[in-house]
């Protein structure tokens, strides 16, 4: 019932930006918190950044200073706007709506930073 669907990948070059888009819909509950992950072939899932209502935001340390979280106050969309970005970047992004005690998945967004 609940989906949450990210838009905003692309290919970007180095030291470029990109802002991510993530909406929640289906659901009359409102996301107790909002997280973005990243993965990229073989490895684990990765947190950078999430914030919950009410919250202050936490980044990953690997992008501490160049990305931003964001949402608005009914916690029905975040973004994540991403600042100098680098080609270890690169991955799926995927985004995390956490509601009523369950976390759900969207199908996630390619990033791809390269000249």
């Known amino acids: 019932q609940v989906q949450v669907v990210e838009s905003g990948g692309g290919l970007v070059q180095p030291g470029g930006s990109l802002r991510l888009s993530c909406a929640i819909s289906g659901s009359i509950y409102s996301a107790t918190a909002l997280s973005w992950y990243r993965q990229t072939p073989g490895t684990e899932r990765e947190f950078v950044a999430g914030?919950?209502?009410?919250?202050?935001?936490n980044y990953a340390d690997s992008v501490k200073g160049r990305f931003a979280i964001s949402r608005d106050n009914a916690m029905k969309t975040t973004y994540l706007q991403m600042q100098d970005l680098k080609p270890e970047d690169t991955a799926v992004y995927y985004c995390?709506?956490?509601?009523?005690?369950?976390?759900?998945w969207g199908q996630g967004t390619q990033v791809t930073v390269s000249s």
């Open positions: 995390k709506a956490s509601i009523r005690g369950h976390d759900v």
């Open positions: 914030m919950a209502s009410g919250g202050r935001p």
